[in-house]
């Protein structure tokens, strides 16, 4: 901000910060003609409502491929509901890739733990408890299904794919699985 005891100015520069709110708000307008407001006049303009987001439609199992700000996004906004849903439907096998420097880590989520919640864990801290994970910048990760399962599917065909795309992606030699 600048001051020349005339005039003040300031530098905006547009961030993240509540950009799930990006597009949404409804003002009262008064004139459609008026494209430009003093601030003084605008502040008297109402606040009518938030709008609901704009649902965005699942792509399919076999076509996500998610980056970090995405996958926080996905785990949390409304408009990402229809992707909670199915996510929260399936067991199964995922690969996140640090786009840095190509390593992969290869993980699964079974059981009582489905891949919504598996991820959400990810979303909320960018490691889910994976000591690998630990300390590298998750805001370079993709994160991408491999082969999803039903909830029912037994754990020992989960492992045996868990571990089939850990040797076939060379994940424990060339990439960020310990095990």
């Keep these: 901000m600048a001051n020349d005891g005339v005039r003040r100015t300031f530098d905006i520069v547009e961030t993240g910060h509540l950009s799930d709110l990006r597009n949404r708000l409804v003002?009262?307008?008064?004139?459609?003609?008026?494209?430009?407001?003093?601030?003084?006049?605008?502040?008297?303009?109402p606040v009518v409502e938030i709008a609901d987001a704009e649902p965005v439609p699942f792509p399919g199992f076999d076509r996500l491929a998610l980056d970090y700000p995405r996958l926080q996004a996905v785990m949390r906004e409304h408009r990402f509901v229809s992707w909670r849903t199915a996510l929260g439907s399936v067991s199964?096998?995922?690969?996140?890739?640090?786009?840095?420097?190509?390593?992969?880590?290869?993980?699964?989520?079974?059981?009582?733990?489905?891949?919504?919640?598996?991820?959400?864990?990810?979303?909320?801290?960018?490691?889910?408890?994976?000591?690998?994970?630990?300390?590298?910048?998750p805001t370079s990760f993709r994160f991408s299904l491999?082969?999803?399962?039903?909830?029912?599917?037994?754990?020992?065909?989960?492992?045996?794919?868990?571990?089939?795309?850990?040797?076939?992606?060379?994940?424990?030699?060339?990439?960020?699985?310990?095990?």
Excluded: C, M
């Excluded at 003002?27 to 303009?45: E, F, H, K, M, Q």
């Excluded at 420097?101 to 891949?115: F, H, P, S, T």
């Excluded at 040797?167 to 060339?174: G, K, M, V």
């Design 92 to 137: 199964g096998i995922y690969v996140i890739t640090d786009t840095r420097d190509g390593r992969q880590y290869v993980g699964k989520a079974e059981g009582l733990e489905n891949i919504r919640q598996r991820w959400s864990s990810y979303a909320s801290n960018g490691h889910g408890g994976n000591v690998e994970l630990r300390g590298l910048d």
């Design 27 to 45: 003002i009262g307008w008064r004139s459609p003609r008026t494209w430009r407001l003093n601030g003084p006049t605008a502040a008297d303009y």
């Design 146 to 179: 491999l082969q999803v399962f039903d909830p029912t599917t037994p754990s020992p065909l989960i492992d045996a794919a868990e571990s089939h795309f850990k040797h076939a992606l060379a994940t424990r030699s060339h990439g960020l699985n310990r095990n």
